[in-house]
């Protein structure tokens, strides 16, 4: 398998516009994470879901973001309008259900974002 | 909230030495993980503990639970530079399947 995929790697973006990250989970994992990185508040957990439904957004930070999973195989998380405190590196993680054990969580290579 | 505190924040130590970094918190985890990272890259998962006490070794790697289930530890034996990376412990919080990521230890490992 490929691991967790996300595009793009980098993006750059002016204050105002929209910004759409997107990612590909490893497949037959049904529990997909968005987190964001940052020096000042490290490694936060925006939203999480478990077979395409949201179960937790309350890292989200705001309405300005948003997050979806149309399916199985894909999710985006969407920011409109950015302002340049979204810079971070945004993180897509996958899992299997978990069973008996906690469950291992696999990143993928993350998206740093660039608001300026 | 539930917070996770790393110490120490960086580490710059020579090719050979020991070094121990610890993972705090007032809270309880039903788990905890550590993680690795490199730069321009996401965590890798290094371990899993789940029993109060339980000790697990991954070669020069040895990771201990404490017996309250709130801390952590993370010993290296005879670091080498490619120990190098950011080093990152995770809670489970329970009840739920979110996993609560510590402040962060940066090791650099001098050839």
């Known amino acids: 398998d490929a691991g967790v995929i996300q595009s793009p790697r980098h993006e750059v973006t002016e204050m105002g516009q929209e910004v759409t990250l997107r990612c590909k989970p490893i497949s037959g994992h049904d529990y997909l994470f968005w987190y964001r990185q940052t020096m000042m508040r490290g490694l936060e957990l925006l939203i999480y879901f478990n077979n395409n439904v949201p179960i937790d957004d309350s890292g989200m930070p705001e309405d300005r973001f948003s997050a979806k999973m149309p399916n199985a195989s894909f999710s985006t998380l969407k920011i409109q309008p950015s302002e340049p405190r979204d810079s971070a590196v945004y993180f897509c993680?996958?899992?299997?259900?978990?069973?008996?054990?906690?469950?291992?969580?696999?990143f993928g290579p993350g998206t740093r974002l660039t608001v300026t | 909230t539930q917070l996770l505190e790393q110490s120490p924040q960086f580490l710059s130590i020579q090719e050979g030495e020991n070094l121990t970094v610890y993972c705090n918190s007032s809270?309880?985890?039903?788990?905890l993980q550590w993680y690795r990272q490199e730069p321009g890259e996401g965590p890798v998962l290094l371990v899993t503990v789940v029993t109060g006490g339980e000790v697990k070794k991954l070669k020069r790697l040895t990771f201990q639970f404490g017996d309250a289930r709130k801390d952590s530890s993370l010993h290296i034996t005879a670091a080498q530079p490619g120990d190098t990376g950011l080093y990152l412990c995770?809670?489970?919080?329970?009840?739920?399947?979110?996993?609560?990521f510590g402040t962060g230890t940066r090791l650099k490992v001098l050839a």
């Open positions: 995770a809670g489970a919080v329970s009840g739920t399947y979110k996993y609560i």
């Open positions: 809270s309880v985890f039903s788990s």
């Open positions: 993680a996958s899992s299997p259900e978990p069973g008996l054990s906690p469950y291992e969580q696999y």
